[in-house]
Each structure stands twice: as C-alpha cells, then as structure tokens.
C-alpha cells in the first residue's frame, strides 16, 4: 500500500523543493544538493533538493503549481533508488526526473515503497 505525501513545498525565492510523508525523522543525509529525511523506520520519509529547477531540469514556474506526484523508493542492499514522477498542470504534461542515490541505510532485503500526493 502506497504512503501518502502529506506535505510539498516549493519556495520560489530560494529554488528549494521539499516533499515529505510527515513522518517523524530520525535523521537527515545532506547529500549535496539533496537532503533526505529518515524515520525510525530507517525509510526515505521526505526529501529536499536545493537549486531544483536546475537539478530537475523544471521551470520554477511549474515547480510552484505541482498539483499531483509521485515518488518511488526502492531500497536495495546498500544502495536506495529513488524516482520522482511530477504531474505538471501546464499542458496536463507528465515528466519522470531519475535521482538515482547510492546510500547505505541498513536494509537488508530489497523492497519499494511508492508514495503519492493527490
């Protein structure tokens, strides 16, 4: 069952794109231009970009009225895999930006999780 995306947010000023399940987070991985936020669970619960109409290859324009996405999240040993699938409401166009991660976050068995924002 998928997890919902309770929160995305996008402050045009500082081109910073934060989305988040609302979890509680256990810790945050500063990856470059990428923070991503951890739960207790040790699974994705929110992730940061800075400077993301550059890093997602997006209008700031477009980035401010995302009406639907999706981001999957697939955990594989040592490494997690990320997708995000953005729903513009420009055009009803759909674009897929690939951000693949290479982190150890303890997981020992592959799994993916997909969680929505409606």
Do not use: W
Not at 11 to 27: A, L, Q, R, T
Not at 54 to 63: A, P, Q, R, Y
């Amino acid at each position: 069952m998928a997890r919902q995306i309770k929160t995305i947010d996008y402050d045009f000023d500082n081109d910073i794109f934060f989305i988040s399940d609302g979890e509680k987070v256990k810790f945050s991985l500063d990856i470059g231009d990428f923070v991503l936020d951890v739960n207790l669970n040790n699974l994705i619960c929110g992730i940061e970009i800075m400077d993301a109409s550059e890093n997602l290859g997006i209008s700031k324009e477009i980035l401010k009225n995302i009406k639907n996405m999706k981001m999957s999240i697939t955990y594989k040993t040592n490494h997690i895999y990320v997708l995000l699938m953005i729903s513009f409401k420009k055009n009803n166009k759909e674009v897929n930006v690939q951000i693949p991660l290479t982190l150890d976050l303890g997981h020992k068995t592959p799994r993916q999780e997909i969680l929505v924002y409606n």
